[in-house]
């Protein structure tokens, strides 16, 4: 798989994809995340990707050419399956979405910033718009970054007991169990009984009711009916 992520600030979002579980996918080849500056496809003097808006008002927008120069340069070289321009108002990201996500082979992702995009980009450039949640920040890189480590955890290989991905909350609409490490007891504060005794089928079980409680508990929208 390959993610491409359209980005005026490249140094805010290379970290968050160096290390953990999306370093060793992109050591191991499964993945290749690639930065593209977006002031690298302007053709003037100050590198400008932003401009005042049309109408007036506060803020700047970001500028069609650039963004249009990048797209169209990476579609040159490959075939994508989806632009996602990252945005509050986008389709809110869920699990599901990261999984249809990390089935496909190359994606871009446009990180916004300003005000926005010039809007024919969205009519015209991009086939989703994924927002990380209902706030907002100052610009894309961190919620392309959310949306590339979900995703990249889910390309088969990436996470070496690959049944831990799967038991994820979320899978299957459920919330995970609760964990638990050595030591048994710490300040009298003990690991339920169950997890040491050692019988496999008796631990699924119990695990899968834990899920199924805190789910009903906690997030009781996610549960089918
Ligand atoms: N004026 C825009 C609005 O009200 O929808 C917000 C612009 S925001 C300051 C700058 C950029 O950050 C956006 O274009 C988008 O790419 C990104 N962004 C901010 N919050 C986001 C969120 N919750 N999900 C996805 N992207 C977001």
């Keep these: 798989m390959r993610i491409d992520i359209i980005t005026v600030l490249p140094e805010l979002i290379g970290s968050p994809l160096d290390h ?9 080849g499964l993945v290749e995340i690639n930065l593209v500056h977006l002031r690298e496809f302007t053709n003037d003097r100050h590198k400008s990707v932003d401009d005042y808006p049309f109408g007036g008002g506060a803020g700047m ?10 797209i169209e340069h990476l579609k040159s070289q490959r075939f994508y399956d989806e632009i996602i321009y990252t ?10 979405m990261a999984n249809e996500l990390a089935l496909k082979q190359n994606i871009i992702i446009l990180a916004g910033h300003y005000k926005g995009v010039d809007h024919r980009i969205r009519e015209n450039l991009i086939t989703r718009e994924i927002s990380i949640g209902d706030y907002v920040l100052s610009g894309g890189e961190m919620p392309a970054a959310v ?3 979900a995703v990249v955890r889910l390309i088969p290989g990436a996470i070496t007991d690959e049944q831990s991905a799967l038991l994820d909350s979320f899978q299957d609409d459920l919330l995970s169990p609760p ?26 079980k119990w695990r899968h009711e ?14 089918k009916e």
């Design 61 to 70: 927008v970001m500028k069609i050419e650039p963004v249009y120069r990048a």
């Design 179 to 204: 964990v638990y490490t050595r030591p048994a007891s710490f300040m009298g504060w003990k690991v339920p009984d169950i997890l040491l005794s050692g019988h496999t089928g008796e631990i699924e």
């Design 20 to 28: 953990s579980i999306v370093k060793r996918a992109r050591e191991k």
């Design 210 to 223: 834990q899920s199924v409680e805190r789910t009903r508990k906690l997030r009781p929208g996610l549960m």
């Design 147 to 149: 949306i590339a480590d």
């Design 87 to 96: 945005s509050p108002d986008g389709e809110p990201f869920t699990q599901k």
